[in-house]
């Protein structure tokens, strides 16, 4: 697709510095300006809130590059409140809301939550792709690191058992894999250990293991 509706640079500028995107890895947690994060955590941040609604993915249903689902974004509390009553987003259940995290990872979006300045845990998490959503973006298309916080895992690559068949290829949002002449290639500087790449390998040659050096990509 053409990049006539891509993002430009001054509008992915703007709101960089009102919050801070932070990966969430399937079943890891991760670390993150004291926030530790995973599903378990999650579950544990969905149930301690009071109203939790979903929405559609405002930036895939502006930009239109994919064909990923919508229906994904989770807000929680007084953001929930909002979206609900200016008819953006419904009320659901835990068990909805668990099933939106699901289904978004099936189709290779990562999952982020969104921390405000000066709240101490998410209002709202989404599920990203890098053509569309404005953080990944930014952080993919040009190179803004500080979008997007990385998660302190970092996946690892069995090449002994590893088929090159590309899967991971296209499932990774942050451009870290790619085959070259029918050899894969992973480049771990650029993974932020959302975990996706993994549970589509038809081999099992990829897991998730602690970062070394946490501060590599952020």
Known sequence: MSEENDWTEEELKKDVNSMTAI??????????????????????ILRGSQLIALGNCGCRKKRQKCSAPLDV????????????SNGTSKKISLEEALDALKR????????????????EKPEMVCSCCSCCCWSMSAL????????????????????????????????????????????????????FGCGVCISTCPTQSISLVKRLHPAMNQ
Do not use: W
């Open 73 to 84: 974004c989770l807000s929680l509390d007084r953001d929930a409140e909002e979206f609900i």
């Open 140 to 191: 993919v298309r040009l190179g803004m690191q500080n979008v997007v916080v990385a998660s302190s895992s970092i996946a690892l690559d069995n090449p002994e058992t590893c088929s090159n068949c590309g899967t991971c290829v296209e499932r990774c949002q942050f451009k870290a894999r790619s085959l070259i002449n029918g050899e894969m290639k992973y480049d771990e500087k650029r993974c």
């Open 104 to 119: 978004s990872h099936e189709a290779g979006l990562v999952h982020i939550a969104y921390i405000t300045a000066g709240v």
């Open 23 to 44: 990966t969430i890895p399937v079943n890891l947690k991760i670390e993150s300006h004291q926030q530790i994060l995973d599903l378990a955590e999650m579950e544990e």
